[in-house]
Each structure stands twice: as structure tokens, then as C-alpha cells.
T-cell receptor
Framework: GENVEQHPSTLSVQEGDSAVIKCTYS??????FPWYKQELGKGPQLIID?????GEKKDQRIAVTLNKTAKHFSLHITETQPEDSAVYFC????????????FGTGTRLQVFP | NAGVMQNPRHLVRRRGQEARLRCSPM?????VYWYRQLPEEGLKFMVY????????ESGMPKERFSAEFPKEGPSILRIQQVVRGDSAAYFC?????????????FGPGTRLTVL
């Protein structure tokens, strides 16, 4: 079945450094790739997404890149801040009319002041 | 525009009882998805509904679980005769459209604990 792999599972960085999280997906028909941030006890919050017709998208300190040939997509956070500390999930949609999301297993990001 | 609302936020049930979880989508959204998150894991798709229709329930356990999204009122996820393994966070998400990768907005979740 469809699968999304996410690495690393944990990531610790110093405030001001960059953080990169990588995902691979298996369904070649996927065309929508969102990233969610989840803080303790809360629901996932969409932070950025990308569709298959573009290779890169940026929103202030956050950027996402997509390589459809290799089925890879990555989240880049620059100038990290302590409030960026959370669990980040990548996801890919499945086609066929339902658009359910297949999620990665998450990356726990810790930003140390 | 209020976000996706879920209630209750926390639910405690004893084994064998029924759990009923509610989800009100964002205004104007007619598509609802339910996901389950076990501790320290990612979210797993359960069911996708439109008003009065179940479109995809491929992620739902075959027994004890059911979902509905009536013409009026919230979407309901019902778990009958709960067992300890049902303890998890249940999230619903809504989107205005589907079929071409439309954004899903998540609610705060219901954390179910089965004693």
C-alpha cells in the first residue's frame, strides 16, 4: 500500500541554525504534499504545502522542495527559534477521489536557546 | 471563521462502554476525514465522509467502529464496546473540496482513554 517515510525521527539544533526534514513517498500518483506542526496536546497545524506542478515553495523562514522523479520532498526551516520546537509531520495524498493523507512517522524538533 | 471543532476534548470510558466523538467542520466545508493517532506515532486515516455519505472507510476497523455525517449536525465517530487498544487521540479534518489535493484543516482532537 501507500507509504511515506520520514527522517530523522528526532532533530536537535541550536537557535539560529537550520533544520531539514526529509520524506519519501511511494504512490507516484500523489500530487499534494502538506507539512504539519503538532505541539503537545494540540491538533496538527498546516505550516506549508506544495503541489506537484512546482519544485519549491517558500514562506518566510520555511521552505519545501519536491523532487517528483525521486519521490522526495523536504522541509527546510532557517533561523530556528525555540518556538519552532514541536513534532513535524509530512504527508502525501492518495488519488482516486478520496484524497486521504498518508502521514510520515514524525520528527521531533528541539531548538535549544 | 471558526476552525474545526471537536468535542469532547478528553473522554474516559471503561472497557465495554461506548465512545461517541463529534466533529463540526469549518463553515462551508462539506468533506470530513477522521484520523487516529496512537502515542508517539503518526496519524492513520480511518474514514472520509461527505454529507450523508461514507466515501472511503478503508481505514476503519471492521467491527465496533462506525461514522456518520448527517445532513444537519456534526460528524460522529462511534466506537462500541471499547477496549484498551482504542485509547488514542482521534482527529478530524475538514476541507471544502476533494479530488485534487485540497487542504485539510485539523481540529484539536479528542483524547480517548479506556480504563
Amino acid at each position: 500500500g501507500e507509504n511515506v517515510e520520514q527522517h530523522p525521527s528526532t532533530l536537535s539544533v541550536q537557535e539560529g541554525d537550520s533544520a531539514v526534514i526529509k520524506c519519501t513517498y511511494s504512490d507516484s500518483a500523489s500530487n499534494y504534499f502538506p507539512w504539519y506542526k503538532q505541539e503537545l496536546g494540540k491538533g496538527p497545524q498546516l505550516i506549508i504545502d506544495i503541489r506537484s506542478n512546482v519544485g519549491e515553495k517558500k514562506d518566510q523562514r520555511i521552505a519545501v522542495t519536491l523532487n517528483k522523479t525521486a519521490k522526495h520532498f523536504s522541509l527546510h526551516i532557517t533561523e530556528t527559534q525555540p518556538e519552532d520546537s514541536a513534532v513535524y509531520f509530512c504527508a502525501a495524498n492518495t488519488r482516486g477521489g478520496t484524497d486521504k493523507l498518508i502521514f510520515g512517522t514524525g520528527t521531533r524538533l528541539q531548538v535549544f536557546p | 471563521n471558526a476552525g474545526v471543532m471537536q468535542n469532547p476534548r478528553h473522554l474516559v470510558r471503561r472497557r465495554g462502554q461506548e465512545a461517541r466523538l463529534r466533529c463540526s467542520p469549518m463553515k462551508g466545508h462539506s468533506h470530513v476525514y477522521w484520523y487516529r493517532q496512537l502515542p508517539e506515532e503518526g496519524l492513520k486515516f480511518m474514514v472520509y465522509l461527505q454529507k450523508e455519505n461514507i466515501i472511503d472507510e478503508s481505514g476503519m476497523p471492521k467491527e465496533r467502529f462506525s461514522a456518520e455525517f448527517p445532513k444537519e449536525g456534526p460528524s460522529i465517530l462511534r466506537i462500541q464496546q471499547v477496549v484498551r487498544g482504542d485509547s488514542a487521540a482521534y482527529f478530524c479534518a475538514s476541507s471544502p473540496l476533494s479530488g485534487d489535493g485540497d487542504t485539510q484543516y485539523f481540529g484539536p482532537g479528542t483524547r480517548l482513554t479506556v480504563l
